[in-house]
C-alpha cells in the first residue's frame, strides 16, 4: 500500500474512522508531497499553532548533500511570528536554489515561491500563501482553512514513483519530500505525480 497513495489515503481515512470530508490536514510550510495527495481527494484543512506543532514549520528538501531539513524559527515571546525573518528568508531562499536549481522546472516557480514568503513575518500568513502557491500549480480549489488544528499530526501518504528527482545517481528516490520537489521536478504533471500516476 506504501507505493500507491491513493490506496494508503484509503487505508488511512478506513483506519480512522472517517470520510474525506472528517478528516482535517494541518496546514504547513511547503509540507511533504503526500499531503497534496489528500488534499487533491477532497481533505479539508487547518491553520496551526506552530509552536505545538514543530512539524508544520520544517519542510525537507532533496539537494546534492541528500536530505535537508529546513525549519522556520520563532520569536519566544510571540510564537506566531517568524524570528530573524530576513536572515531566515535568505538562507532559505539560498538552500532551496543549491537543491534545485538544475531542476528543469526551477526557473518557472522559483520567483513564486520568493514571492510567497515577501513581507511577511507571521507563520499564518506564509503558510496560507505557500499553499495558494501550491494549490495554483497542482490544479487545486483554493483551500479555505478551518479553525486551528488541534489533534495527531496524521500519517501521511508517500510517493509511489520516481518522477524525476535530481541526485539520483548519488542517492536513492526518497518519497517523503516537500511538495516544491515535486513541483520542480515536474512542473505541470506535479498533479499527477500527486495522484500516484507515473509520469
Aim: with cysteine; net charge positive.
Amino acid at each position: 500500500w506504501k507505493n500507491d497513495p491513493a490506496v494508503a489515503a484509503r487505508l488511512y481515512r478506513s483506519a480512522q474512522g472517517m470520510e474525506n470530508k472528517d478528516l482535517i490536514l494541518p496546514l504547513g510550510f511547503f509540507p511533504e508531497a503526500g499531503w497534496y495527495t489528500l488534499a487533491q481527494q477532497g481533505y479539508a484543512c487547518a491553520l496551526v499553532d506552530p509552536a505545538q506543532y514543530p512539524a508544520a514549520r520544517q519542510t525537507l528538501l532533496r539537494g546534492p548533500n541528500g536530505i535537508q531539513t529546513l525549519r522556520i524559527p520563532l520569536e519566544k515571546k510571540r510564537p506566531g511570528q517568524i524570528a530573524d525573518v530576513a536572515k531566515w528568508k535568505r538562507e532559505t531562499l539560498q538552500a532551496i536554489r543549491t537543491a534545485y536549481g538544475t531542476a528543469p522546472f526551477y526557473p518557472f516557480y522559483d520567483y513564486l515561491v520568493a514571492e510567497a514568503m515577501e513581507s511577511t513575518q507571521s507563520f499564518e500568513a506564509l503558510c496560507l500563501r505557500a499553499d495558494a502557491l501550491c494549490r495554483m500549480v497542482l490544479n487545486l480549489e483554493p483551500g479555505k482553512p478551518s479553525a486551528v488544528f488541534k489533534g495527531v499530526w496524521p500519517e501521511l501518504p508517500v510517493l509511489a514513483y520516481d518522477y524525476g528527482q535530481r541526485f539520483t545517481d548519488q542517492y536513492a528516490f526518497n518519497e517523503r519530500v516537500s511538495i516544491l520537489d515535486v513541483i520542480f521536478n515536474a512542473g505541470p504533471l506535479s498533479c499527477e505525480v500527486i495522484a500516484g500516476k507515473r509520469l
